[in-house]
């Protein structure tokens, strides 16, 4: 078994142990998705701003990258 393979399970191993961990407090879908509603105001300023960025210079980098080739 090469080098790779062996990185790749192991992550997914730590993935499917750290999910199991910490996946005991989740009892419904709402607690999957919002948690405990603990979020501060920059934290949730951050994500929209990192997301309307993020989402923005995706699609620019792939119009051009469309249009060179």
């Known amino acids: 078994m090469s080098f790779d393979i062996k ?15 910490y996946g005991r407090r989740v009892k419904t879908i709402k607690d999957s998705a919002i948690g405990e509603r ?9 994500t929209r701003v990192d997301s309307w960025i993020g989402g923005d210079y995706l699609f620019i980098t792939l119009s051009e990258v469309y249009t060179m080739v």
């Open 7 to 21: 990185v790749v399970i192991g992550f997914l191993l730590l993935n499917l142990g750290v999910g199991l961990y």
């Open 38 to 46: 603990d979020f501060s105001t920059g934290n949730l300023v951050s």
